[in-house]
């Protein structure tokens, strides 16, 4: 029997694990087309701050866990596969069979429509290479213009702020991190980053990167114009599937998979950011680009890929983040459903906590400012626990969560 798990990041590494303990007797094939160990992007900010080399990326310290565990990691890039002979087709030629196949290549970013991005002193922070090349540029001083304000790009925003580099960020919808915050909260964050001294543009587009003598001139739709010495653009991702093509694997915006984390096609499973899986809150299917599904899409499709019977109760829209200071978090269906909800502001404090209710439940929650009962909030909204009367407690104050929560759980 043998296991071939495409993709190295946190999914697919940790497939790889979870397969080496449930079939000790199979082989296990790990594909990664990267030239660097399995590594988490995750971690790429904390190499740009210098708070840990290169290797703390790796997901794996031990540099001989794949060889001792009996996991064969190979270097390649997948160009196609056939599903009917169970094969894969490898660049420059080379080809792998398996007898199940998980696929967990990730993400890749999204090339905006603007021109000069091919031009030096631009780039995606995506890879360490990306990583390597922005250190070069990002010192101290250094003119930086970073676009996209979306929850990866806050994330290189604060690596980019703890450099030292006079940053300006550049999102084109009315406010910051417009998937993960309302716009009451969104704008809370960038008048935080403007107070810490960082230039927030929104509502305003690049139109194009031309050169100047010694940086790029960043051009934007409202007629002004800035120097830089690194442009960063970070607006986005998108599944990596199209080497799926003629595969007969489902593609939508990721690769259709039911709640065993298969593909519908005989062998062939599929984890992470590349997975549209069953979601917590909708019930619907849903691409959740985040680390802990990865995590659980890897370990349960590893499971089942051995002989399992495991199923994944569905991922749950979860994003806590750090904005140079400012802890920001969002769970569940925090736009709401057309219920009732609760909210209180405190715009000098920035602290705001909104509440979204079906019924007597917690379906949804923004929190800004507040890094205590987060948990709780989680809690409240996956457990579903009947709130009853404290849906009228809870509206008249938010704060009174952890009450709620214990007077729902006895």
């Known amino acids: 029997m043998t296991h071939v798990i495409v993709g190295a ?13 449930v079939d000790p007797d199979a082989d296990v094939v790990l594909v990664g087309g990267e030239p660097e160990p399995p590594y988490s992007r995750m971690a790429i900010p904390y190499y740009l701050t210098g708070k840990i080399e290169e290797t703390g990326t790796y997901l794996r ?24 002979a169970k094969n894969l087709k490898l660049a420059g030629g080379g080809s792998q069979a398996y ?11 999204i090339r905006p429509p603007i021109e000069g991005l091919d031009q030096p002193g631009v780039h995606h922070c995506w890879t360490l290479e990306d990583a390597r090349n922005i250190i070069k540029l990002a010192g101290d001083g250094s003119d930086v213009v970073l676009i996209g304000a979306g929850f990866i790009a806050c994330i290189i925003l604060e690596a980019l702020a703890e450099r030292g580099v006079n940053l300006t960020v550049v999102e084109t919808l009315d406010r910051m991190v417009p998937r993960m915050m309302n716009p009451t909260a969104g704008n809370m964050v960038k008048r935080w980053c403007e107070g810490k001294g960082i230039a927030v543009k929104t509502s305003t587009k690049v139109t194009a990167l031309g050169a100047d003598s010694g940086g790029i001139e960043v051009q934007f739709d409202k007629g002004d114009a800035q120097k830089a010495d690194l442009v960063v653009v970070a607006t986005g991702v998108a599944s990596n599937t199209g080497f799926l093509d003629g595969s007969g694997v489902k593609v939508e915006d990721g690769i259709i998979v039911d709640d065993r984390l298969a593909t519908g096609v005989d062998g062939i499973y599929a984890a992470g950011d590349c997975a549209k899986g069953p979601e917590f809150g909708t019930g619907g299917w849903q691409v959740h680009a985040i680390q802990p599904t990865a995590a659980d899409h890897g370990r349960i499709a590893a499971m089942n890929m051995a002989g399992g019977d495991v ?10 983040l750090d904005t140079v200071g400012l802890v920001s978090a969002s769970f569940g269906n925090w736009e709401g459903v057309g219920g009732d909800h609760a909210e209180a502001i405190d715009e000098d404090g920035f602290r705001y906590m909104r509440l979204e209710f079906d019924g007597e439940h917690l379906v949804g929650a923004l929190s800004l400012g507040r890094t205590e009962n987060i948990g ?5 909204i996956q457990t579903r626990v009947p709130l009853g009367g404290w849906v009228e407690k809870l509206k008249a104050d938010p704060h009174r969560l952890v009450e709620a929560y214990v007077a729902g759980t006895q």
Not at 376 to 380: D, E, I, K, T
């Open 99 to 109: 007898d199940s196949l998980l696929i967990a290549t990730g993400a890749s970013p």
């Open 9 to 21: 990041g946190p999914a697919g590494v940790i497939a790889a694990d979870t397969l080496r303990k």
């Open 61 to 84: 310290a031990d540099g001989g866990h794949y060889d001792s565990a009996g996991i064969n990691y190979l270097q390649a890039s997948v160009e196609g596969v056939d599903a009917k």
């Open 376 to 380: 709780v909030l989680r809690g409240l």
């Open 311 to 320: 199923r994944f109760g569905g991922s749950l829209n979860m994003n806590v």
